[in-house]
């Protein structure tokens, strides 16, 4: 590269050059291969957000939960002393507790909505496999955390939720005992339970989702988005991901932020009373998201119970791992494809239809 | 000499850091640093202010002061229950005292001035030694030996109703 020539000297003797077409700026070296980046025209259209969206709950989840571990001790017994400092006694304690809760809640939602779209518009079918089940690998990782992390508060509804679900898990045949212990570290839900569950929820299961994340941003880079279903070519001119797309995470970000503390603000996430091992009367209420999974398993009793716990979830992930694969029609749009998306929608009002069974039966019916 | 032809690419003069991306940095400069104050303050509120919380004070009972010898130190021990966030553990240690003339009394921390090791006070020499390095400090807490600079802390004490109180800082 031959040495950019001055265009001007100032007056104190110093020089300005143009380096190719545009003015150098102190920072552009460094951030050259930042700017180098493309993506598609369309990751800026109106209705692309929920990615983004997502993007910024996980940012706002590792946020809030590395700084709720300044107050923390994975203790039974002072866990919840810590936590109940963290609420009353730490500044905007209160409301980082409440953003880490209603941050998850919103996760797990928008990601079954973006699993949902992915689907209706057939962005799985190749070349885009790999983005497809990376993403299944992230929502698949999500019970992983709610699972480790509804203990660490060790109130009633956590420790008897862990109780719940430990049970689950130990009624799948050969495994299901060997995993719970290895989970717990034993068969009790103690110490070393407690601890087990606070290193994965904030070390092993984050450094994870991180690298699920990476590949699944990598091939959403490498293979772009799928056509639009109206037909339209998608602005596809490419656009620089620096600083627009980023500016727009950013916009994201602080709408998300800002709602999600307002929420919290009005309506705080709950602490229930201390986890009391020795209470038979505690009945743990079964979480939205949960719902389907512990109707089957009230629906399989005896010898059947394993199509409930083991078999139907099994299943169930395997076709969504699948889809990509098992999807033989001719083309993306739906109405070339509608065997899958008639099994699709059968599986997606059998889990409705379970979840709103399980709701009137733990919550109680709608009044007549 | 410095060579005008061949300039240093790599250290523009501030006149040159002009761009027509300018406009594009700036606005990402405020999205970002409106998103790090957004997040930033109330997370350093967060973590700084319970750190600054006031010390606490307490009044340890000792018992009669008639039992304090009048010619040397005697180990006080204590105990007490502290909360430290959302625990509250026993904190334990002595102080050294003795009894002056004119129903006076005198009472010294047992920490170390140098590196917070305990000094044990020692009849024969009429001094406190610290274990640690050999530090020295004399009946009135002054250091006279080895690498300690300052005085031995001494305590506030009182006399009430027969007993003898201790005031600790924590």
Known sequence: MKPPEPITTTKDGRQRFRSDETKTLALNDPFAWLKRITVAGDACAWNRFVGGVLLALVVLLFLSGAFLAFYYSPVPGAAYDSVDFTLFSAPFGSILKGVHHYAWNLLLVLAIFHLARTFVAGAYRKPRQLTWISGVAILGLLPLFIITGDLLPWDQRGYWSTQVRMSIIASIPFAGDMAVRILQGGALTGIVALTRFYVLHILFLPCLLALLLAVHFYFVARHGFAERLNGKQAADHPIAFFPRVVNRWLVLFIVTVSLIALLTYYWPSPLGDPADPTDSTYVPKPEWWVLFLNQLVAIFKGKWAVLGTAVIPGLLTLFLVGLPYLDRSPGNRPAQRKTVIVAAALLAAVMIVLSLMGYFEHFGLPRQ | ?170
Not at chain 2, 10 to 22: G, L, Y
Not at chain 2, 48 to 63: H, L, R
Not at chain 2, 78 to 85: H, Q, S, T
């Open chain 2, 1 to 170: 000499m410095r060579n005008k032809d061949v300039p240093s690419p790599k250290k523009p003069s501030e006149e040159s850091r002009v761009n027509r991306n300018r406009r594009e940095f700036i606005t990402t400069a405020v999205l970002a640093g409106g998103a790090a104050l957004l997040t930033g303050i109330p997370l350093g509120i967060y973590v700084v202010a319970p750190a600054m919380g006031k010390s606490i004070e307490k009044w340890i009972d000792f018992g009669s002061p008639d039992a304090l010898p009048d010619d040397g130190f005697e180990m006080l021990s204590y105990e007490f229950l502290l909360k430290d966030g959302w625990q509250i553990l026993p904190q334990r240690g002595f102080v050294w005292a003795r009894k002056m003339p004119e129903n006076k009394f005198r009472v010294f921390s047992s920490t170390c001035t140098h590196l917070a090791c305990n000094v044990i006070w020692q009849p024969e020499t009429g001094t406190f030694e610290c274990p640690c390095h050999s530090g020295r400090f004399d009946s009135d807490g002054r250091p006279v030996a080895g690498p300690p600079a300052r005085p031995l802390k001494e305590l506030t004490y009182k006399v009430e109703a027969d007993t003898f109180k201790v005031r600790m800082t924590v």
